[in-house]
């Protein structure tokens, strides 16, 4: 006999996130963010993309860096 177990929509969200990035960053993290994002849905999103903003501020400061310390080694 075949038995269908039915997720829940939830369960099936976090089920598709793990799948689709579960490998690179951690399962544990992504069921940790979907849960979040779900929990606390747009205040969730604005403070990743703050996040974000903040990890490409930090980005482009070392791309920036790095050429000037290139030129002052000649």
């Known amino acids: ?7 829940t929509e939830r369960e ?4 598709e996130m793990v799948d689709r990035v ?5 399962r544990d993290t992504v069921m940790k963010k979907a849960e979040h994002f779900m929990k606390y ?3 969730f999103l ?3 993309v703050m996040n974000l903003r903040r ?3 930090l980005m482009k400061g ?4 790095a050429p000037t310390l290139r030129q002052s080694k000649r």
């Open 1 to 7: 006999m075949l038995v269908v177990m039915m997720l």
């Open 12 to 15: 099936a969200i976090l089920e």
């Open 22 to 26: 579960g490998e690179g960053i951690g």
């Open 41 to 43: 849905g747009n205040l």
């Open 46 to 48: 604005f403070f990743e």
């Open 55 to 57: 990890e490409i501020e």
């Open 62 to 65: 070392k791309i920036q860096v």
